[in-house]
């Protein structure tokens, strides 16, 4: 079996377990918010690193300009990064998803100081090998796993990756939940239910379509390539379901 099917079903078992991970019934107070994002933030971003990647070998980001790949996959990669670098806030100005994403962790008292100096380190010319084994445990491998993808994987691994690696894991289960907490903290957590708003409404509808299409033209009628963006695949969701857990340890260890 080649094509979508394919990788759905190489995916299934795994995806299925981060669907039904016990993280989100556990995250029923603000403090369990404020943990989840100051791990989640580090997925957020290196997502975007993914996104640049795919965008760098798609189409040419280069001067003088050259056309690169095909017109459909430029269209498809430059469409996503547009949504992704320049959404619509609330206040209906632009903002990358990222950004929105640092605005909601403010707003809930969430420290975005681990973040911040990780991007610091970075801009004062630190390597990113060096920034990445400083990171907390529970995401030094995740983003680990993603920059290895981005250095080494060919351009088709890296799209089945971005698709149904990255796109639309957000439950709506989850965003349930923080629905709820918005009701209890009322206005303390709208830039985060925002920001699962807009990842399921846009991420996880429209640029995951667009994704499957990269995918589709990138690996054409190549069972080879087939198999190695579904196993990718699999291998990305692994990465992210051990996140959830050293998240969900992270929540668990204050009631201990």
Partial sequence: MTG???????????????????LYPEMQRMDDIRAFMQYHVFAVWDFMSLLKSLQRNLTCTDIPWIPKGSAATR???????TGEESDVAPDGTRLSHFELYLQAMEQVGADTSGIKECLQQLERGKSLTAVINGLPPAVRGFVKHTFDLIANEPVH?????????????????????????????????????YYLERHIEVDGDHHSHL??????????????????????SRAALEQRNALWNGILEEIKSFVE
Wanted: glycine letters at 6%; proline letters at 7%; hydrophobic letters at 45%.
């Fill in 75 to 81: 269209f498809l990669i430059n469409e996503i990064v």
């Fill in 4 to 22: 979508i099917p394919h990788i759905k079903g190489t995916i299934a078992p795994v995806r299925e377990r981060i669907i039904q991970h016990p």
């Fill in 157 to 193: 691994v890296q799209a089945a990756v971005f698709t149904f690696g990255r796109e639309d894991l957000i439950p709506d289960m989850f965003l349930a939940l923080v629905n709820d907490l918005d009701k209890q903290f009322p206005g303390q957590i709208s830039l985060f239910k």
């Fill in 211 to 232: 994704g499957m299409e990269m995918v589709q033209e990138l690996c054409g009628n190549d069972p080879q390539k087939w198999e190695e963006a579904a196993h990718a």
